[in-house]
C-alpha cells in the first residue's frame, strides 16, 4: 500500500524558509496531479497550491509570490518550497496526490494519496 510521508516541517523566524518534501513510499507509485494544504488551530483547511499533471500551478492568494509547488523528474516526491515567511502561515501542512499505484503485469490503480501532516510553526 502506497504512503505519502511528509518531512521538512519545523519552527523558523518570520521571512525564513522551509522546503517540505512529501515522497511515495510502500510502492511503485506515479504522481499526477497533486496539492498542498494546510489547516491552522481553529480554521479549516485550506488549499495552498496545486500543481496539474501537465505542470500548471495554481497558489491560494496568501502565499502567491513566496511558496512554489513542483515534483520531482521521477515523479515520487512533491515539494513546497516556502520563502518569506509569515506567522500566519502557522498550520499542519499536509500534501495529496493524485497518482498511479503500479502492479505486475503493468496495471496499475488511480487513487488519491494523502501524508500526514507536518507541523510547519513561523515565530515572530
Known amino acids: 500500500q502506497v504512503q505519502l510521508v511528509e518531512s521538512g516541517g519545523g519552527l523558523v523566524q518570520a521571512g525564513g524558509s522551509l522546503r517540505l518534501s512529501c515522497a511515495a513510499s510502500?510502492?511503485?507509485?506515479?504522481?499526477?496531479?497533486t496539492a498542498w494544504y494546510r489547516q491552522a488551530p481553529g480554521k479549516q483547511r485550506e488549499l495552498v497550491a496545486h500543481?496539474?499533471?501537465?505542470?500548471?500551478?495554481n497558489y491560494a492568494e496568501s502565499v502567491k509570490g513566496r511558496f512554489t509547488i513542483s515534483r520531482d523528474n521521477a515523479k515520487t516526491t512533491v515539494y513546497l518550497q516556502m520563502n518569506s515567511l509569515k506567522p500566519e502561515d502557522t498550520a499542519v501542512y499536509y500534501c495529496?496526490?493524485?497518482?498511479?499505484?503500479?502492479?505486475?503485469?503493468?496495471?496499475?490503480?488511480?487513487?488519491?494519496?494523502w501524508g500526514q501532516g507536518t507541523q510547519v510553526t513561523v515565530s515572530s
Open positions: 495529496n496526490a493524485n497518482g498511479r499505484e503500479f502492479y505486475s503485469g503493468g496495471l496499475y490503480r488511480t487513487g488519491d494519496y
Open positions: 510502500g510502492g511503485s507509485f506515479s504522481i499526477n496531479a
Open positions: 500543481l496539474s499533471n501537465g505542470g500548471s500551478t
